[in-house]
């Protein structure tokens, strides 16, 4: 209906237009409606031709007149519907099949992107979600690990996986100042004389497990490097973990000191069997009958009586020998080792066979030793 009326509307408006040009010059000054009228005459039989054949000029038969004035009015109001349809037509592309079809096609298009732009915005929530779900349960702290705090000499708690079995004794893997070390190509020098301020003092005797250890009274002191350090306890291990050029000894002791700010001097006796040493008899003698029980002897033990007659020693820097393994340790191993009857080294292989952890790399660290 609408394409039909359109069709209508578009032949109204040629013949509306073809009108306009071919009658402005008849139009009569006179006539107020020379269009419609002419129009009119034209439309209803005859038209101008008519009405100078049998018609005067200004004479129209009353029948034809009254056609002719209705003709007008009719052509108008088919002007004024094309006129309106022509507007709908250029208001309404829609009405074109291809522009419907199109029009169509849009919509569905437009359906489809709303429907994609809605499930990517779900998607992209429910990954927010996700997000923040993994977020919050990241933002719980785990549970603290609990590391072992047991270490030995052999087996899988042994020197190979200290520094594995606690974070905090990483530097027994890692640390380029380990000790023990096998001292060689030491850089003689004239080294100062390490002064001893030792004597009697109190004195208690613990099996801590993994050595026999003293912890001695206030008071005694090494000074070296101008720093005193103080001793606080000596200990042993079997063999010696240092070595000199290659070679072990039986045993080792370790006297540990302390300066004021605690940084550690170690004193390291080599032991190689010969006479009863008195101090340690002394250590042997009050031993505790239980492991990590602890005997303080009313007696004193002087550790002077421990050091050898010569003081010529090699020096380093090192570390502690047990984890942590810490490093800063100064080391002060002396040249000539002491002795210990084979019944006193005896006693003490029955404690302990083997406690020293194995040589670790010199890292080329300067090692400088007495003339
Ligand atoms: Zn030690």
């Given at each position: 209906m609408r394409l039909l009326l359109s069709l209508i509307a578009c032949c109204c408006c040629a013949a509306v237009s073809a009108n306009d040009k071919q009658i402005d010059p008849l139009i009569?000054?006179?006539?107020?409606t020379p269009l419609s009228t002419l129009a009119g005459a034209r439309a209803y039989g005859g038209g101008a031709v008519g009405l100078t054949t049998s018609t005067p000029p200004g004479k129209v038969p009353a029948g034809k007149e009254a056609a002719a004035k209705e003709a007008p009015a009719q052509d108008a109001k088919e002007a004024r519907g094309a006129s309106a349809a022509g507007a709908r037509k250029s208001a309404e592309p829609a009405s074109d099949p291809e522009a419907d079809l199109s029009a169509k096609i849009a919509a569905r298009l437009a359906a489809m992107r709303a429907t994609q732009q809605a499930r990517a915005a779900a998607a992209a929530a429910n990954v927010r979600k996700a997000a923040a779900a993994k977020a919050a349960v990241a933002a719980i702290p785990p549970p603290p690990k609990v590391y072992s705090n047991v270490w030995s000499y052999?087996?899988?708690?042994g020197p190979a996986n200290w520094a594995k079995t606690n974070p905090a004794w990483a530097k027994c893997g890692t640390g380029n100042r380990q000790s023990p070390i096998d001292i060689r190509d030491g850089m003689r020098v004239d080294l100062e004389q390490i002064n001893f301020d030792y004597h009697p003092s109190s004195f208690n005797v613990t099996d801590n497990g993994k050595t026999v250890q003293v912890m001695v009274g206030r008071g005694n002191f090494l000074n070296v490097g101008n720093r005193m350090y103080e001793l606080v306890q000596f200990h042993f291990h079997r063999p010696s973990e240092e070595r000199i050029n290659g070679k072990g000894y039986e045993m080792v002791v370790h006297l540990v000191h302390k300066d004021s700010e605690g940084r550690i001097a170690m004193l390291a006796l080599l032991l190689e069997r010969g006479k009863v040493q008195p101090a340690i008899q002394q250590v042997w003698n009050n031993l505790?009958?239980?492991?990590?029980e602890t005997m303080a002897p009313a007696e004193s033990l002087d550790p002077m009586d421990l050091l050898p007659a010569r003081r010529e020693y090699y020096t380093f820097m090192g570390s502690m020998t047990?984890?942590?393994?810490?490093?800063?340790v100064l080391w002060l191993v002396m040249k000539e080792p002491i002795t210990a009857s084979p019944a006193q080294m005896a006693f003490f292989s029955r404690l302990y066979p083997y406690n020293a952890r194995p040589v670790q790399p010199s890292s080329g660290r300067i090692v400088k030793e007495s003339n």
């Amino acid at each position: 209906m609408r394409l039909l009326l359109s069709l209508i509307a578009c032949c109204c408006c040629a013949a509306v237009s073809a009108n306009d040009k071919q009658i402005d010059p008849l139009i009569s000054p006179s006539s107020k409606t020379p269009l419609s009228t002419l129009a009119g005459a034209r439309a209803y039989g005859g038209g101008a031709v008519g009405l100078t054949t049998s018609t005067p000029p200004g004479k129209v038969p009353a029948g034809k007149e009254a056609a002719a004035k209705e003709a007008p009015a009719q052509d108008a109001k088919e002007a004024r519907g094309a006129s309106a349809a022509g507007a709908r037509k250029s208001a309404e592309p829609a009405s074109d099949p291809e522009a419907d079809l199109s029009a169509k096609i849009a919509a569905r298009l437009a359906a489809m992107r709303a429907t994609q732009q809605a499930r990517a915005a779900a998607a992209a929530a429910n990954v927010r979600k996700a997000a923040a779900a993994k977020a919050a349960v990241a933002a719980i702290p785990p549970p603290p690990k609990v590391y072992s705090n047991v270490w030995s000499y052999e087996g899988e708690a042994g020197p190979a996986n200290w520094a594995k079995t606690n974070p905090a004794w990483a530097k027994c893997g890692t640390g380029n100042r380990q000790s023990p070390i096998d001292i060689r190509d030491g850089m003689r020098v004239d080294l100062e004389q390490i002064n001893f301020d030792y004597h009697p003092s109190s004195f208690n005797v613990t099996d801590n497990g993994k050595t026999v250890q003293v912890m001695v009274g206030r008071g005694n002191f090494l000074n070296v490097g101008n720093r005193m350090y103080e001793l606080v306890q000596f200990h042993f291990h079997r063999p010696s973990e240092e070595r000199i050029n290659g070679k072990g000894y039986e045993m080792v002791v370790h006297l540990v000191h302390k300066d004021s700010e605690g940084r550690i001097a170690m004193l390291a006796l080599l032991l190689e069997r010969g006479k009863v040493q008195p101090a340690i008899q002394q250590v042997w003698n009050n031993l505790p009958l239980e492991k990590m029980e602890t005997m303080a002897p009313a007696e004193s033990l002087d550790p002077m009586d421990l050091l050898p007659a010569r003081r010529e020693y090699y020096t380093f820097m090192g570390s502690m020998t047990t984890p942590p393994c810490e490093e800063g340790v100064l080391w002060l191993v002396m040249k000539e080792p002491i002795t210990a009857s084979p019944a006193q080294m005896a006693f003490f292989s029955r404690l302990y066979p083997y406690n020293a952890r194995p040589v670790q790399p010199s890292s080329g660290r300067i090692v400088k030793e007495s003339n």
